[in-house]
């Protein structure tokens, strides 16, 4: 499947998957939050921790900073954040009220305080210039990007960074079509390996698609740097089958 050009992108992902991500996602990650950790660390053959170390290892943060972990899950990047630094102010957001459960478990386990908020994540509920770092680790393909990171932008302060991680569509055909390959008995075989109810089956196929609709490494720089986003820097994982992605927020004159 070749997507939209990339000015074209974000109108076509919206009107095929609208369906998908305003009724059926929260239903699927409901379904899968007691189990999600785990199943990404047999899907990603044990590599989980190490993709989080990767990504972590990007992300330069400064002793009582203010950081919004953006679809925040079950609050992985907060816990590896306050592990490396406690004095941060560490807030999370996602629509999944289930994920924030098993985060604010695991969180409160170690003796950390993640303040959360339920709300969805393409409207902010924070005012301008409030934060020195945002993150946002494997949703943007389940987002209207456009929309998210521009949020992400005004309620960074001047300066702030924002750092992203994602699964991408690679650019190289050949690893793109092995890549879908993978996915797809990934899907299969943790959906039967966890027992995955009903809504999380049916969006197999979903999960598929919604990549070969996304944007490749050097397409998400674009982006920022069209939304305004300077000092753009891309690391590519596995042949571009997934990126490390940091862009500031520019100083105030």
């Known amino acids: 499947m070749n997507p939209p050009p990339i000015a074209a992108r974000e109108i076509a992902r919206e009107e095929r998957f609208q369906t998908v991500w305003t009724q059926e996602l929260n239903e699927v990650f409901a379904d899968v939050a007691p189990y999600y950790d785990r199943a990404n660390y047999v899907a990603s053959l044990g590599l989980w921790d190490w993709f989080l170390q990767k990504f972590m290892a990007t992300v330069d943060i400064r002793p009582g900073e203010r950081v919004l972990d953006v679809c925040a899950g ?81 309620v960074l302060k001047p300066g702030g960074r924002f750092y992203h991680c994602d699964m991408l569509r690679p650019a190289n055909r050949t690893v793109e079509t092995l890549y879908y390959a993978y996915l797809r008995f990934c899907l299969w075989f943790t959906g039967f390996m966890f027992r995955s109810g009903r809504a999380a089956l049916n969006c197999k196929q979903y999960f598929i698609h919604a990549l070969q609709m996304f944007y490749s490494e050097e397409e998400l720089s674009q982006v920022l740097r069209d939304l305004g986003y300077v000092s753009v820097t891309s690391k590519s994982v596995f042949s571009g089958m997934m990126a490390f992605h940091r862009a500031v927020k520019p100083p105030k004159g």
Do not use: C, Y
């Not at 816990?79 to 409160?108: F, N």
């Open 74 to 154: 079950t609050n992985a990047i907060g816990i590896a954040l306050l592990k490396r630094e406690p004095t941060l102010e560490v807030h999370a957001i996602d629509r999944s009220r289930e994920m924030q459960e098993v985060g604010r478990q695991r969180a409160e386990a170690l003796g950390f305080r993640i303040r959360s908020t339920i709300d969805d994540v393409h409207k902010l509920p924070f005012p301008d210039n409030t934060f020195d770092v945002v993150t946002l680790q494997f949703a943007s393909r389940h987002l209207r990007v456009r929309q998210v990171w521009g949020e992400i932008l005004r």
